[in-house]
């Protein structure tokens, strides 16, 4: 079992900055892709970014690229999402998940409420 919490969320002013976390325990997560994920109010559950744990290959939405960085601290076992230029349309709870593959994600944490403000 994995167990995946994310931490960091809050409300921050449109053009801010801020970034969340999120702590993984449990079995070796060395061979799986993390994600992060958004679901604003009203709206479907949309991918953000993803970064392999080997390699640390990323991969980014459209929407956030150039805005957002995800990483890794293999050390703390914990994924960072690092958001800048924040926009009100970035309003959503945010999810991170793990998974083998980056179409299927096995285990996702609780989510951690990001508001911006305009």
């Known amino acids: 079992q994995v167990q995946l919490v994310e931490s960091g969320g809050g409300l921050v002013q449109a053009g801010g900055s801020l970034r969340i976390s999120c702590a993984a325990s449990?079995?070796?997560?060395?061979?799986?892709?993390m994600g992060w994920f958004r679901q604003a109010p009203g709206k479907e559950r949309e991918f953000v970014a993803r970064v392999t744990w080997r390699g640390g290959g990323t991969y980014y939405a459209n929407s956030v690229k150039g805005r957002f960085t995800i990483s890794t601290d293999n050390a703390k076992n914990t994924v960072y999402l690092q958001m800048n230029s924040l926009k009100p349309d970035d309003t959503a709870v945010y999810y991170c998940a793990a998974g083998l593959n980056s179409a299927t994600y096995r285990y996702w944490g609780q989510g951690t409420q990001v508001t911006v403000s305009s």
């Open positions: 449990g079995r070796s997560l060395s061979n799986y892709i």
